[in-house]
C-alpha cells in the first residue's frame, strides 16, 4: 500500500491549502485515517483524524475550528483543508491509516504516508 500525500507549498499568514492522500494497493477504505504533522525540531503530533465512513471527526486543540478533514472512500483519497493558517502550522504533514479511531497518537498508525511540507510565512 502507498499513501501519496500532495497540496503542500508556501502560503501566507491567514491563507488556505488543502492537502490530499491518495491510496493505491490496498486503499484500507474500511479503516479511520488521519492526518499528523511534525514542525522543526519538534515530535510529530496528532492533526485530524476521520472514521472510515466520514461519519465521526476528530481534531487536535491547535488546528480546531480551522482545518476540516473529510474523505472520498470511491477516489481512495483523504483531504484536510486548512484555513486561516499560522506561522505555527508550519510542519511537515504526513497522512495515515489508524488501527483505531478512539486512539489518536503515532503509536496508532498502521500505515505512514511520505509527507508534504506546508509553510506558512508572516
Known amino acids: 500500500v502507498q499513501l501519496q500525500a500532495s497540496g503542500g507549498g508556501l502560503v501566507q499568514v491567514g491563507g488556505s491549502l488543502r492537502l490530499s492522500c491518495a491510496a493505491s494497493?490496498?486503499?484500507?477504505?474500511?479503516?479511520?485515517k488521519g492526518w499528523f504533522r511534525q514542525a522543526p525540531g519538534k515530535a510529530r503530533e496528532f492533526a485530524a483524524a476521520i472514521s472510515w465512513s466520514g461519519g465521526s471527526t476528530y481534531y487536535g486543540d491547535s488546528v480546531k475550528g480551522r482545518f476540516t478533514i473529510s474523505r472520498d472512500n470511491a477516489k481512495n483519497t483523504v483531504y484536510l483543508q486548512m484555513n486561516s493558517l499560522k506561522p505555527e502550522d508550519t510542519a511537515v504533514y504526513y497522512c495515515a491509516v489508524l488501527f483505531d479511531i478512539r486512539m489518536l497518537t503515532t503509536e496508532n498508525v498502521r500505515v505512514w504516508g511520505q509527507g508534504t511540507l506546508v509553510t506558512v510565512s508572516s
Open positions: 494497493g490496498r486503499t484500507f477504505s474500511n479503516y479511520p
